[in-house]
Each structure stands twice: as structure tokens, then as C-alpha cells.
């Protein structure tokens, strides 16, 4: 195989090299020929498309465009061939102007809009050279979807990654000031939008109330002001309460007593030091109740914790169940 290679390959350089070849003559006159041809027939006219860009001016500026806008439009002509391939192979091209301003578009409904090609024919041809001739403009409509630009306020919600030091709690859960921003942007965006948050604040072992000024995340197409928030943390130490409260009786009917053999519950909970000194067992109920027997049919009693403070963080209480019973009175 290599032996023939080699052949073709010197046949071919002893070819290229013999000046009396007619076959090489040949060659050059065809090529002549073909160039002269391809000349001669771009005196001739052709319908051909040619690509045109575009570019939109007067957005009005309380209005959002939500649909992507078209980079051209395609222009179909009728030209002389050697005028086509000018606009062939010219890559730059100053552009169509399209004026998006109030009255220049179409309203089909309060969002949608749109404009005819068809008025800017004259436009277009002007931008052409003189032997071409403009038969027809696509897409002969453009559709713009608008959405209103509107501002609301909206709340910031924290994002954080805390731990605390052992014996501290949040006395609330972290919160921004301010709480809420104003928010500026497309309507169909603020409709959903129901919250913007902020940076992650991250902080471990704390031990102290805390702030940290950080930035709200930014959201594609909106405005936000102001653009950063104080992030407050607030803690405190807490120690573990025991209390002994009364269990109350409810639902029991009048004709009936009923009897338990457990009068209190022993709760443990965990309280804030700020709060030590309004913790007081009449800010709890605890009960059983009547109907629990009609509906379970078990031989003890489900005590219930009711009520309880909020700034009470209860852990576990016992007992849990009692056992009772009942007489007739």
C-alpha cells in the first residue's frame, strides 16, 4: 500500500513541475472560464433573504418587557447577484430603529402589545441600496408582553447559621431592622414575591446578644432599598425550673365524682434569667378531662398540660397519666 502511495505522490510532483502539460493549461482556462461565468450571472437578479438586526428604543420606563425581544428581522428582496453577495459578506450593518414609545404600538389587551412591520417599509428601504428592491418584511407583526413596574413593601426574613454556648437560649428568634424593605420591579414578579432575605449570618457559641449589619440577597430584575439590615440576636442564660402544679378536673358530670389518685404533676422546663421573676404556677393549667373516659376507655387518665408561658420552655412532667375513680354522688 505504501508503494503505491509513493507512486501517486511522485507522479503527482512530476506533474505539477512539467511546464509543456496540457492538461495543466487546461485546468487554467476552465478556472477562467468558471470565474467569468460566475461574474457574468451575478449581473443578473435573484429573490434571496437577507438578515437585518434591530434595535429598540423608548422602552417606557414604568413598563417591563417579558417576552425575549428579536435581534433582526428578515428582509426578502429581489437584487442584482453581485449586490446580494455585498450584503452576504458584510457582517456589519447599521441597524433598524424600532420606537417602542406609547402610541407607535398596538394595544391588544393591558399587557400585550404590538406593532406592524409594514410601518416601517419605507424605513427599511431607504437603509437598502438603490437596485434593491424590498418585496416583504418577516414576522410582519412583533408581540411585546409588558408588565407593570410597581413597588411594594416587603418583609426580610434572617438567614443564619447560630449555635449557642451551653446554658444560652434566643430569647426571640432573630429579626431585622428595619423589618421591611420596599421593593421595586415587575409586577408579575412582586405578585409572588412574599419575601426578600438576607446574607447568612453564621456565628458559633454565643454568649452575648449580638447584631450583624449584613446585606439582603440581591433578586434578578429588582430593586431593593436599603440593601443591608441590622440582623439582631438576642440571648440570654437560662436555668431549669421545677414546679408542683395542680391538676384541675373538667367535663366531669354533675351527677358524678370523679376520684384521681394524683392531685399535682411534677413540670421541668427551662426559663430565661429575664424571665425568672414572672414564672408563677397560676400561669399554667393543667387538667384532666372527663371525656377522655368515654372516648378511650382506658383505666388511666391522660393529664393534659393546657396552658403554659411562652417564655417557658418545658422539657418533660410527670406523671403523665393518673389513675382514677369514679362514684356516684
Avoid at 417591563?64 to 428582496?77: A, F
Avoid at 414546679?243 to 411534677?266: A, G, M, T
Avoid at 426559663?271 to 425568672?276: L, P, Q
Wanted: proline share 5%.
Amino acid at each position: 500500500m505504501t508503494v503505491y502511495i509513493d507512486k501517486i505522490k511522485s507522479y503527482i510532483e512530476n506533474f505539477k513541475w512539467k511546464k509543456d502539460n496540457k492538461f495543466l493549461i487546461y485546468l487554467i482556462f476552465v478556472g477562467i472560464a468558471t470565474i467569468l461565468w460566475f461574474l457574468n450571472r451575478l449581473n443578473n437578479t435573484y429573490d434571496a433573504e437577507i438578515t437585518y438586526p434591530v434595535t429598540y428604543t423608548s422602552i417606557p420606563s414604568d413598563k417591563k418587557i417579558l417576552n425575549d425581544l428579536k435581534p433582526s428581522i428578515t428582509l426578502k428582496v429581489n437584487a442584482p447577484g453581485y449586490t446580494l453577495l455585498q450584503y452576504k459578506m458584510k457582517t456589519t450593518r447599521k441597524p433598524l430603529t424600532l420606537n417602542l414609545k406609547k402610541g407607535t404600538m398596538v394595544r391588544r389587551n393591558s399587557k400585550r402589545f404590538y406593532l406592524l412591520t409594514k410601518d416601517y417599509r419605507n424605513k427599511i428601504a431607504d437603509q437598502l441600496k438603490s437596485d434593491v428592491k424590498l418585496q416583504s418584511v418577516e414576522p410582519d407583526t412583533m408581540f411585546f408582553n409588558f408588565t407593570e413596574i410597581v413597588t411594594r413593601k416587603k418583609p426580610v426574613i434572617p438567614v443564619h447559621n447560630i449555635t449557642l454556648a451551653k446554658q444560652y437560649q434566643l430569647k426571640r428568634y432573630p429579626y431585622c431592622s428595619p423589618d421591611s424593605v420596599v421593593v421595586t420591579g415587575p409586577e408579575i414578579i412582586l405578585d409572588t414575591l412574599k419575601a426578600v432575605y438576607t446574607s447568612r449570618v453564621s456565628i458559633k457559641d454565643i454568649n452575648r446578644s449580638t447584631k450583624r449589619n449584613v446585606a439582603i440577597k440581591d433578586i434578578r430584575e429588582l430593586s431593593i432599598s436599603p440593601k443591608r439590615v441590622v440582623v439582631n440576636i438576642d440571648v440570654e442564660q437560662y436555668t431549669e425550673i421545677v414546679l408542683k402544679l395542680p391538676i384541675r378536673k373538667i367535663n366531669v358530670p354533675d351527677s358524678l365524682n370523679l376520684i384521681i389518685f394524683n392531685d399535682s404533676v411534677e413540670v421541668k422546663g427551662l426559663i430565661g434569667e429575664d424571665s425568672y421573676n414572672l414564672l408563677s404556677p397560676d400561669k399554667f393549667e393543667v387538667d384532666v378531662d372527663f371525656k377522655d373516659i368515654v372516648l378511650k376507655n382506658d383505666s388511666l387518665l391522660n393529664i393534659n398540660i393546657r396552658t403554659k408561658p411562652g417564655f417557658y420552655e418545658l422539657r418533660s412532667f410527670y406523671p403523665q397519666k393518673v389513675e382514677y375513680l369514679i362514684e356516684r354522688k
